[in-house]
């Protein structure tokens, strides 16, 4: 191909473009540097007004954090969905990562913008900070969508920070009563998928958090299948059922009780079910707190879409009930009155219960005999769980978790001979596991919880008179049947030996 002489050539166009970008990238990092804040709005507002005057269809609204001194939940929404929409070509970004985030979190920063579409409908978003320091704004980094920080709004420093939202005026109800709620439901996902699991616990009479990081899943819980269903059925029912709770006049919050031996997984269950939900932990040691008032005041520190756990309530502390009435000198406390029953019922399925949405509330015990009937009934414990002795379907999930073997795979020789042993009350959960953790090869972790399981076995034995009785009577039984086959008596059709077959049946 041959250019004209008068022509330039595509090298030298291609040369001078990008001498033009550049100069083009530096005088806007300049101006962005160089340029008070003030002076780059005021150009704005001249330009965008200039140019809504050719666009007078178009509607813009404005969305600020401050809503009449209370957080603007819309801002908020916002912040968190722009923050998955930000396009590759953005040239100022804000980063920020905070010590619970798993991962590192990008947020517009001034004058950056965003385009959606929400039902072939074109919408611009655009993230605007008026006044204070440039370098310090951005999209309220971290904030309250991302993991520390300040929030949106007004900052200390006088600097408003806002997003704004233009599309065209025709799409005005769309918007409002389709497109805003969608963007609060992302964000709710969004902010689900990276929330950060947090246990919250007592000192001096404050909540303490740490991460929780407990790995107990329904998966790998050693409890019965079908009771593995019931619970996460109710769940799943709870959660999607809060226009329900508004419509009946109930409190939007769900009431377990975990009962059974020591070492059953009551403390496990607790954790499978927050790391199901996405539900903080709160683990609320009555023994620390000394009055009704106090109880009163951690309760409403506690956080909406959270589960707040009791453990071992029967022996936790010593309740006076609701009729007794606090001897001087008896009971801890002071004028305030001390932590009482009536109390801490209050606060389960009374008034102080409605402030807040979506609570589940946990008691373990392992004697539910000794509890106050009035903490059971439904509206304060919906939901009775016994945890109990290991079964052997409890036992294949524990051997698939700590030897890798499931269904997949052909069953271990030892499995007939464990589920026959294992049947009844013998081991729970917590001692199975300390078994097959004694060895990597299954072969032998096995052999060894067979071993555990005939020396628990006869002990138990031993110790149950009908146990013996029955051993006893099966081992007579057992002679009878020999003897008959070898003597060829009518033994079997003798009274002792159909009583004891009845006996034993």
């Known amino acids: 191909m041959f250019f004209s002489k008068d022509l330039p050539s595509p090298t030298s166009v291609f040369t001078a473009y990008a001498s033009m970008a550049g100069y083009m990238m530096m005088i806007r990092s300049m101006a962005h540097e160089l340029i008070p804040a003030p002076i780059q709005d005021f150009i704005y507002r001249t330009l965008r007004s200039l140019f809504f005057r050719t666009s007078s269809s178009t509607l813009t609204l ?87 920080g300040r929030r949106g709004g007004m900052d200390d420093d006088g600097r408003s920070e806002y997003f704004e939202l233009s599309f065209d005026k025709k799409h005005k109800d769309l918007i409002l009563s389709s497109y805003v709620p969608y963007i609060e439901s992302k964000a709710k996902e969004i902010r689900d998928e990276r929330r950060i699991l947090m246990l919250h616990s007592l000192n001096s009479l404050r909540w303490e958090s740490v991460i929780l990081e407990h790995p107990s899943t329904f998966e790998t819980m050693a409890m019965e299948d079908d009771l593995k269903r019931d619970v996460i059925e109710d769940l799943d029912r709870f959660i999607r ?138 509206g304060r414990m919906d939901m009775h769980i016994y945890m109990g002795h290991c079964s052997f379907q409890g036992f294949k999930t524990l051997a698939s978790n700590y030897l890798g073997l499931n269904d997949s795979t052909m069953p271990h020789r030892l499995f007939p001979e464990i589920e026959r042993l294992i049947d009844g009350e013998v081991m729970t959960p917590a001692q199975v596991a300390e078994e097959l953790m004694k060895s990597e090869d299954a072969d032998v972790a096995l052999e060894g919880l067979v071993n555990v399981l005939e020396k628990m076995r006869l002990k138990s034995e031993e110790s149950n008179p009908v146990m013996m009785k029955k051993k006893e009577s099966r081992l007579e039984l057992e002679e009878i049947r020999l003897r008959s086959d070898t003597e060829g008596s009518p033994r079997k059709n003798s009274k002792r030996f159909k009583k004891l077959v009845l006996f034993w049946t």
């Open 62 to 148: 404005t969305i600020d954090d401050d809503n009449m001194g209370m957080n603007n939940e819309i801002y908020r929404a916002a912040q968190t969905y722009l923050s998955t929409k930000i396009s590759p070509d953005a040239v100022r970004l804000r980063i920020s990562k905070g010590h619970k985030d798993k991962h590192v979190n990008l947020y517009l920063s001034d004058g950056e913008i965003v385009n959606d579409v929400y039902e072939d409908v074109q919408l611009v978003w655009r993230f605007v900070t008026d006044g204070g320091d440039k370098k310090s704004g951005g999209g309220g980094v971290g904030g309250r969508g991302g993991g520390g």
């Open 241 to 378: 059922r809060k226009e329900f709770y508004k419509r009946v006049g109930k409190a939007w919050k769900r009431g377990y009780l975990l009962y059974g031996p020591p070492g059953t997984g009551k403390s496990s269950l607790v954790a499978a079910m927050a790391n199901y939900l996405k539900f903080d932990v709160y683990d609320l040691q009555l023994a620390s707190v000394m009055r009704d008032s106090d109880l009163r005041r951690l309760l409403l520190a506690t956080r909406n879409r959270s589960i707040l756990v009791i453990e071992d309530i029967d022996c936790a502390v010593d309740l006076p009930n609701r009729v007794e009435q606090p001897v001087e000198g008896k009971h801890r406390g002071e004028s305030q009155g001390p932590l009482t029953l009536s109390g801490l019922l209050n606060f389960i399925d009374g008034l102080w219960s409605s402030c807040g949405d979506e609570r589940i509330i946990i008691f373990t015990t392992n004697h539910k005999d000794r509890l106050d009937p009035a903490l059971l009934r439904p």
